[in-house]
């Protein structure tokens, strides 16, 4: 983020949708939307739209040799809403990989409230999805709870998470869970312990139990990083 303010990109290839997305977001504080393209591809090599704020005054600097140009490079944004079926045919789950690989937090948002679609966008890294029945609060909202680092959830991604039952999202206890959330979110597992009223060591018992889960579901979970993923991945936050 720059400063306080939230740069925003959008991935959409219905141009009245950006418009209308443009108009949203253009009077809200603290959010700019900077780029907007109908493919991930695009949207990766744009120039971002600069905030309308005025220039500093410079004093004029000597004439010097211009630097050679570069090739352009994907624009400094912090989140990047993501619309789910794009018409360039391409995979949900790539352009979600590809948004995160380059830097930005992903906001998935579509017409479509297929549980096995909000799933697979999840588990490839998006850190929320909501319907683009949705009000504008509700978009602020997400927009500023991913940029913080957190989940933005909605009914249907709550349906999605509940009626999960893919080989690839453990089936865990609800002390399993627990002691998952609660360790994952920077606890030790001292404090894990303290706050579940159980003992360190039956608190490590129930760790190692999920870590043993994920490597059976073939996504070995090694450090609290990896448990922080999966947290978010599977929708493990607290009920």
């Known amino acids: 983020m720059t400063g306080t303010t939230i740069t925003v990109g959008a991935v959409d290839d219905d141009r009245m949708l950006l418009d209308g997305l443009r ?3 253009a009077d809200v504080p603290g959010i700019h ?3 907007t393209a109908p493919t991930v591809g695009e949207l990766l090599t744009s120039a971002p739209v600069p905030a309308r704020t005025p220039a500093p005054a410079r004093t004029p600097a000597p004439a010097r040799t211009p630097a050679p140009a570069t090739p352009a490079g994907p624009p400094c944004l912090d989140v ?3 619309d789910l079926l794009l018409r360039d045919g391409s995979s949900p789950s790539d352009n979600i990989r590809r948004l995160r690989a380059a830097g930005p937090r992903v906001l998935v948002i579509s017409t479509v409230a297929d549980r096995g679609r909000i799933v697979a966008a999840m588990a490839a890294g998006a850190d929320g999805y909501l319907t683009k029945d949705h009000d504008l609060p509700t978009l602020v909202t997400a927009l500023t709870d991913i940029a913080a680092g957190g989940t933005a959830h909605c009914p249907e991604l709550a ?3 509940a009626h999960d039952d893919t080989p690839a999202r453990p089936a865990l206890s609800p002390k399993e869970r627990q002691v998952l959330v609660e360790y994952a979110s920077g606890l030790t597992l001292k404090a894990t312990a303290r706050r579940l009223g159980i003992s360190p060591h039956t608190a490590k018992y129930y760790l190692d139990r999920v870590k043993d889960k994920y490597q059976q579901a073939g996504r070995p ?3 609290k990083t990896d448990l922080a993923s999966r ?4 929708g493990w936050a607290p009920d």
Request: charged share 15%; proline share 0%; aromatic share 22%.
């Open 23 to 25: 108009l949203w977001l």
């Open 33 to 35: 939307l900077a780029a």
């Open 80 to 82: 990047v809403l993501l």
């Open 159 to 161: 349906f999605a998470w």
């Open 221 to 223: 979970t090694y450090t």
């Open 231 to 234: 947290v978010r991945e599977d």
